[in-house]
């Protein structure tokens, strides 16, 4: 019995120790982005809000600019630009980090028709980021 008591605790003892050991990693890579990702996500909304085909080829990763054709992209920001000029974002949240160079971030941006809340998701090549998933969700392109 003393022996089957022994092995639970340390089953239990190394799960604990695995999931604290994945949060540690976690909160290191938040921290690590936080002066570099952040910053870029700040600077380049702005500049994706204005709804313009070419700024978003510019800032997206060459695998994302595949994915999708100039008419379907320019139907699409059409469709987005309903949110009016972008007026603020707050804080972005770091939300994970996939196959050690995709960061996700979610945030909410304040534009001049309604608030969106976006998810991004950026490819870390060596510190130089480029958006690979852009994901908005809004009341007010419902209307």
């Given at each position: 019995m003393r022996k089957v008591l022994k092995i639970i605790?340390?089953?239990?003892?190394?799960?604990?120790?695995?999931?604290?050991g994945c949060a540690y990693y976690i909160y290191q890579k938040s921290t690590a982005y936080e002066s570099t990702a952040v910053p870029f996500i700040e600077e380049v909304i702005p500049k994706l809000s204005t709804w313009d085909l070419?700024?978003?080829?510019l800032h997206s990763t060459p695998e994302s600019n595949e994915s999708i054709n100039d008419e379907d992209?320019?139907?699409?920001?059409?469709?987005?630009?309903k949110l009016g000029g972008l007026v603020s974002i707050e804080k972005p949240t770091f939300?994970?980090?996939?196959?050690?160079?995709?960061?996700?971030?979610?945030?909410i941006a304040h534009y001049e028709n309604g608030d969106a809340g976006?998810?991004?998701q950026l490819e870390d090549d060596n510190g130089k980021f480029l958006i690979n998933q852009f994901h908005v969700e809004s009341m007010a392109l419902i209307e």
């Open positions: 605790g340390i089953i239990f003892l190394s799960i604990v120790l695995l999931f604290s070419e700024a978003h080829r992209l320019s139907k699409l920001l059409k469709w987005l630009s939300k994970g980090v996939m196959n050690g160079n995709f960061i996700t971030y979610v945030f976006i998810t991004v």
